[in-house]
Protein backbone atom coordinates (compact mmCIF):
# COMPACT_ATOMS: atom_id res chain seq x y z
CA UNK A 1 0.00 0.00 0.00
CA UNK A 2 2.91 2.46 0.45
CA UNK A 3 2.99 3.69 -3.02
CA UNK A 4 -0.43 4.43 -3.04
CA UNK A 5 -1.90 8.02 -1.64
CA UNK A 6 -3.00 7.81 1.76
CA UNK A 7 -7.14 8.26 2.44
CA UNK A 8 -7.34 7.43 6.16
CA UNK A 9 -4.88 8.45 8.89
CA UNK A 10 -4.74 6.52 11.46
CA UNK A 11 -3.34 8.62 14.73
CA UNK A 12 -3.18 7.26 18.16
CA UNK A 13 -2.08 9.07 21.53
CA UNK A 14 0.94 6.51 22.26
CA UNK A 15 2.87 3.48 21.35
CA UNK A 16 0.58 1.59 23.47
CA UNK A 17 -2.54 1.95 21.33
CA UNK A 18 -0.80 0.33 18.07
CA UNK A 19 -1.54 -3.26 19.12
CA UNK A 20 -4.93 -2.12 19.02
CA UNK A 21 -5.16 0.36 16.13
CA UNK A 22 -2.76 -1.69 14.17
CA UNK A 23 -6.50 -3.44 13.36
CA UNK A 24 -8.07 -0.44 11.76
CA UNK A 25 -4.89 -0.56 9.43
CA UNK A 26 -5.34 -4.49 8.50
CA UNK A 27 -9.20 -3.45 8.00
CA UNK A 28 -8.17 -0.58 5.77
CA UNK A 29 -5.52 -2.85 3.98
CA UNK A 30 -7.24 -5.69 3.22
CA UNK A 31 -10.24 -3.36 1.59
CA UNK A 32 -7.35 -2.27 -0.51
CA UNK A 33 -7.41 1.44 1.31
CA UNK A 34 -4.13 3.50 1.95
CA UNK A 35 -3.51 4.75 5.32
CA UNK A 36 -0.79 5.72 7.30
CA UNK A 37 -0.10 5.68 11.07
CA UNK A 38 1.03 8.18 13.32
CA UNK A 39 1.37 8.53 16.81
CA UNK A 40 0.33 11.95 18.07
CA UNK A 41 -0.68 13.06 22.19
CA UNK A 42 -3.29 15.35 22.29
CA UNK A 43 -0.88 16.91 25.47
CA UNK A 44 2.36 15.59 25.29
CA UNK A 45 2.67 16.42 21.04
CA UNK A 46 0.16 19.34 20.17
CA UNK A 47 1.80 20.98 18.13
CA UNK A 48 2.25 17.48 16.52
CA UNK A 49 -1.46 17.29 15.77
CA UNK A 50 -2.00 20.99 15.15
CA UNK A 51 0.62 20.48 12.00
CA UNK A 52 -0.80 16.71 11.04
CA UNK A 53 -4.73 17.71 11.28
CA UNK A 54 -4.18 21.31 9.61
CA UNK A 55 -2.23 19.33 6.28
CA UNK A 56 -3.98 16.15 6.20
CA UNK A 57 -7.27 17.37 4.24
CA UNK A 58 -4.22 18.76 1.58
CA UNK A 59 -2.65 16.00 1.21
CA UNK A 60 -5.24 13.64 0.42
CA UNK A 61 -6.56 12.38 3.72
CA UNK A 62 -10.46 12.25 3.66
CA UNK A 63 -11.09 10.46 7.02
CA UNK A 64 -9.16 10.32 10.67
CA UNK A 65 -9.48 7.32 12.76
CA UNK A 66 -7.85 8.59 16.21
CA UNK A 67 -7.69 6.27 19.22
CA UNK A 68 -6.99 7.17 22.94
CA UNK A 69 -7.34 5.98 26.77
CA UNK A 70 -7.54 8.06 29.71
CA UNK A 71 -8.14 11.34 29.01
CA UNK A 72 -9.30 10.55 25.83
CA UNK A 73 -8.47 13.68 23.97
CA UNK A 74 -6.92 12.93 20.68
CA UNK A 75 -10.26 12.46 18.33
CA UNK A 76 -11.96 15.86 19.74
CA UNK A 77 -8.64 17.80 19.66
CA UNK A 78 -8.67 16.74 15.91
CA UNK A 79 -12.10 17.27 15.10
CA UNK A 80 -11.79 20.62 16.54
CA UNK A 81 -9.01 21.17 14.40
CA UNK A 82 -10.05 19.55 11.03
CA UNK A 83 -13.15 19.87 9.00
CA UNK A 84 -12.38 16.00 7.72
CA UNK A 85 -14.58 12.97 9.85
CA UNK A 86 -12.85 12.10 12.69
CA UNK A 87 -13.82 8.32 14.35
CA UNK A 88 -12.90 7.67 17.93
CA UNK A 89 -11.64 4.68 19.55
CA UNK A 90 -11.84 4.47 22.70
CA UNK A 91 -8.58 2.27 24.48
CA UNK A 92 -9.67 -0.61 27.48
CA UNK A 93 -8.10 1.35 30.19
CA UNK A 94 -7.03 0.25 33.68
CA UNK A 95 -8.89 2.11 35.07
CA UNK A 96 -12.74 2.13 34.69
CA UNK A 97 -12.39 -0.44 31.32
CA UNK A 98 -12.06 2.33 28.83
CA UNK A 99 -15.36 3.67 30.00
CA UNK A 100 -13.90 6.74 30.51
CA UNK A 101 -12.20 7.18 27.00
CA UNK A 102 -15.87 6.15 25.88
CA UNK A 103 -17.72 8.69 27.52
CA UNK A 104 -15.20 11.49 26.88
CA UNK A 105 -15.30 10.77 22.96
CA UNK A 106 -18.99 10.97 23.10
CA UNK A 107 -19.44 13.82 25.06
CA UNK A 108 -18.04 16.42 22.45
CA UNK A 109 -19.96 20.11 22.40
CA UNK A 110 -22.09 20.72 19.84
CA UNK A 111 -20.25 21.67 16.69
CA UNK A 112 -17.09 19.34 17.03
CA UNK A 113 -18.77 15.64 16.61
CA UNK A 114 -16.39 12.65 16.66
CA UNK A 115 -18.59 9.37 15.47
CA UNK A 116 -17.39 7.14 18.58
CA UNK A 117 -16.93 3.69 18.05
CA UNK A 118 -16.36 0.77 20.83
CA UNK A 119 -14.00 -0.46 22.75
CA UNK A 120 -10.52 -1.64 21.12
CA UNK A 121 -9.95 -4.32 18.67
CA UNK A 122 -13.70 -4.30 17.56
CA UNK A 123 -13.50 -0.43 17.77
CA UNK A 124 -10.92 -0.20 15.36
CA UNK A 125 -11.90 -2.57 13.06
CA UNK A 126 -15.45 -0.98 13.05
CA UNK A 127 -13.71 2.17 12.87
CA UNK A 128 -11.66 1.11 9.48
CA UNK A 129 -15.22 0.00 8.37
CA UNK A 130 -17.24 3.26 8.83
CA UNK A 131 -14.22 4.93 6.84
CA UNK A 132 -14.50 2.87 3.90
CA UNK A 133 -18.44 3.09 3.88
CA UNK A 134 -17.88 6.97 3.73
CA UNK A 135 -14.84 6.21 1.29
CA UNK A 136 -17.08 4.49 -0.54
CA UNK A 137 -19.39 7.05 -1.44
CA UNK A 138 -17.69 8.86 -4.03
CA UNK A 139 -14.98 5.81 -4.92
CA UNK A 140 -16.77 2.77 -7.19
CA UNK A 141 -13.58 0.79 -6.47
CA UNK A 142 -13.69 1.18 -2.53
CA UNK A 143 -18.04 0.49 -2.82
CA UNK A 144 -16.88 -2.39 -4.60
CA UNK A 145 -14.67 -3.92 -2.33
CA UNK A 146 -16.66 -2.83 0.71
CA UNK A 147 -19.89 -4.52 -0.90
CA UNK A 148 -17.49 -7.68 -1.30
CA UNK A 149 -16.38 -7.34 2.27
CA UNK A 150 -19.75 -7.63 3.47
CA UNK A 151 -21.46 -10.18 1.18
CA UNK A 152 -18.63 -12.44 2.49
CA UNK A 153 -19.58 -11.41 6.11
CA UNK A 154 -22.90 -12.37 5.50
CA UNK A 155 -22.22 -16.03 3.42
CA UNK A 156 -19.60 -16.76 6.46
CA UNK A 157 -22.45 -16.85 9.22
CA UNK A 158 -23.58 -20.21 8.88
CA UNK A 159 -27.42 -20.87 9.20
CA UNK A 160 -27.35 -23.78 11.86
CA UNK A 161 -25.01 -24.70 14.79
CA UNK A 162 -22.62 -27.27 15.05
CA UNK A 163 -21.57 -28.77 17.69
CA UNK A 164 -17.76 -27.78 18.36
Same mark, same amino acid.
Given at each position: ?17 ? &? %???? /? %????? &? @??? /? ?40 ? +? &????? #? ?15 ? @?? *????? #? ?6 ? %? +???? @? +???? *? ?5 ? $?? &???? @? ?6 ? $?????? #???? /? ?9
Amino acid at each position: MSDLKPLVGIIMGSQSDW &S %VMRN /A %VERLE &S @LGI /ACESKIISAHRTPERLDQYCRAAKDRGIQVIIAGAGMAAALP +G &SAAAI #TPLPVLGVPMEGKMMGG @LD *AMLAM #TQMPPGVP %V +GTLG @L +GKAG *AINAALL $AA &SILA @LSDEKIAK $AYDDFR #TAQT /AGVPEEPKDD
